[in-house]
């Protein structure tokens, strides 16, 4: 299991609330999984991998996540078992799948086993993933955090 903190592909933002924010805000970052592989293949960085965990959305220190999960755009359908975990996999809360438990790529919509699992998150980190059975090869997913400013 690898952990990559790199963004190739996508942009997961930066750990900071954006400017219009007044106390909540929705952070939100999609991932096309084809522009991801090539990214990466163009890049000579390491394919993903099953088990391996990937920072999705930066949260700045002083965040109350109060909801997180993700929708499947587009479905996966090369890998149609592949599964996703959603939450922190590292620092504090580890919480691996807080926000989402083996949820499906192959079919459409919302996915969240327990969107509403409110974490502090003091100091700045991130919401993970990590790839469960397969990578999704062409799946298109939009993660998305509720977060309060604490401070």
């Not at 929708?71 to 078992?81: D, G, L």
Request: charged fraction near 15%.
């Amino acid at each position: 299991m690898a952990a990559y903190t790199d963004s190739l592909g996508f942009n997961k933002g930066d750990a900071a609330y954006p400017a219009n924010v007044s106390d909540i805000s929705k952070f939100e970052v999609t991932v096309d999984f084809a522009k991801v592989k090539a990214a990466r293949a163009a890049a000579g960085a390491t394919a993903l991998a099953a088990t391996d965990t990937l920072q999705i959305i930066s949260l700045p220190a002083g965040s109350v996540v109060l909801s997180a999960g993700l929708c499947v755009i587009s479905a996966e359908t090369v890998n149609a078992t592949a599964t996703i975990d959603i939450g922190f996999t590292g620092g504090s809360p580890a919480a691996a799948n807080i926000y989402g438990n083996d949820l499906a790529t192959n079919s459409t919509g919302l996915k969240a086993t327990n969107a509403a699992a409110v974490t502090v998150v003091a100091a700045a980190d991130t919401i993970d993933i990590l790839l469960n059975t397969a990578v999704p090869e062409n799946a298109v997913i939009k993660f998305f955090a509720f977060v309060g400013n604490a401070n």
